[in-house]
């Protein structure tokens, strides 16, 4: 190769990966934008005061004299402070929006955020979380009435599959 020719090549590697990299970080953007907009950063609420409830539960459980509710209150902030250090916002951010940017083109993305920012898109992220828990109450409402079916199903094969010898075994002797 020519020394014109190595020059020509290496510049253009290097405008060519210029422009991935731009591209790369114009994907994170979007992908932090769609995240913003889907409130990702209040993903791990439910799992704080899941946390805050178990606390107060075993105080109760304990039960702990009113006099002691500064010692719960102290123990809540730690607990706090140890999940802050694993699932805080800033601590999942990176992997979410490597999560977005590798599951969504960056032109998904876009799409996603317009409908996001439309009235619809902002009606679902209203609505949803209502619609979902409700389908589960429906669900779990249903499944009631299948547990005891599905336990006496279970039950009915336990003792199917148990061997031969062990139905007619007779019980061990006792030791004298």
């Not at 951010?93 to 032109?107: A, G, I, W």
């Not at 199903?153 to 019980?171: F, G, V």
Request: charged share 25%; proline share 6%.
């Amino acid at each position: 190769m020519t020394p014109i020719r190595t020059l020509c090549t290496a510049a253009f590697m290097v405008c060519l990966s210029a422009n991935v990299f731009a591209d790369a970080k114009s994907h994170a953007a979007n992908a932090e934008t769609f995240l913003k907009l889907a409130h990702a950063d209040k993903l791990t609420a439910p799992i704080y005061a899941q946390v805050d409830q178990l606390f107060d539960q075993r105080f109760v459980q304990a039960q702990a004299p009113e006099t002691k509710k500064a010692l719960l209150e102290t123990y809540k902030a730690k607990a706090k402070a140890s999940l802050d250090k694993a699932v805080a916002w800033d601590k999942l951010k990176p992997d979410m929006v490597k999560l977005y940017t590798t599951n969504f083109s960056e032109q998904e993305l876009k799409d996603l955020i317009a409908f996001y920012q439309s009235p619809l898109g902002k009606k679902v992220q209203e609505t949803m979380p209502r619609v979902t828990a409700q389908s589960a109450q429906m669900a779990q409402a249903k499944l009631e009435g299948a547990v005891p079916e599905v336990n006496k199903l279970l039950a009915d094969m336990t003792k199917e599959i148990a061997p031969a010898d062990a139905k007619a075994a007779p019980a061990p002797a006792k030791k004298p």
